[in-house]
């Protein structure tokens, strides 16, 4: 079954501790990126990545970290540098598509939901 | 600024009854617009488009685009309580780049 996976579903942590979200994805995709989801609001770009050992920030990056060592594996790290972190976080993943083409659906992830106390 | 809006921001309707959803977008760089639906966690794909005018269909539930008036509505007919779910309103606005909005929040009453 080809799809993305994020563990864990429910994480909670101590204010001040980093903590890794892990996103896995085994479609062969090129594309895939973090979003953090908060109540009243759009989903919003936290980074993204094309290619391995390649990635690029979003709109929020600040206080966040990814690294992208594997095609199939983007996981991010909330650091303590984040000041709100208490969120709902998606991963997906997506085929790229060329210069003037227009866009791809993205797949995404279940997942992981984060509490910091 | 792109921004994406989508109204109204919840719905309770009941089984039978036939929805409307908006989305409405400003952006620089058009490229598609995208529709999701997210029962639980993860959000999943409905549609893509591009062209004005032509409408899209799956089943019960079919959207269309007007990007000279940029907006997209997503209609269910014969609402099942299955259809309850939030729906997601995308625009792709580059390569990596898409827009989200808030999301309409909808609810089936058997």
């Known amino acids: 079954d080809g799809g993305i996976t994020q563990s864990p579903k429910y994480l909670f942590r101590k204010e001040g501790q980093n903590v890794t979200l892990s996103c896995e994805q085994n479609l062969n995709h090129d594309a895939m990126y973090w979003y953090r989801q908060d109540p009243g609001q759009g989903l919003r770009l936290i980074y993204y990545s094309q290619i391995v050992n390649d990635f690029q920030k979003g709109d929020i990056a600040e206080g966040y970290s990814v690294s992208r060592e594997k095609k199939e594996s983007f996981p991010l790290t909330v650091t303590s540098a984040q000041k709100n972190p208490t969120a709902f976080y998606l991963c997906?993943?997506?085929?790229?598509?060329?210069?003037?083409?227009?866009?791809?659906?993205?797949?995404f992830g279940p997942g992981t939901r984060l509490t910091v106390t | 600024e792109d921004k994406v809006v989508q109204s109204p921001l919840s719905l309770v309707v009941h089984e039978g009854d036939t929805v409307t959803l908006n989305c409405s977008y400003e952006v620089t760089n058009f490229r598609s617009l995208l529709w999701y639906k997210q029962e639980k966690k993860a959000p999943t794909f409905l549609f893509m488009l591009t062209s004005s005018g032509i409408e899209k269909k799956s089943g019960r539930l079919s959207s269309i685009l007007d990007k000279k008036e940029l907006f997209s509505i997503l209609n269910i007919t014969a609402t099942q309580t299955g259809d309850s779910a939030i729906y997601l309103c995308a625009v792709s606005v580059g390569t990596y780049k898409y827009i989200f909005g808030t999301g309409t929040r909808l609810k089936v009453l058997a």
């Open positions: 997906a993943s997506s085929i790229i598509s060329g210069r003037g083409a227009a866009g791809s659906e993205q797949y």
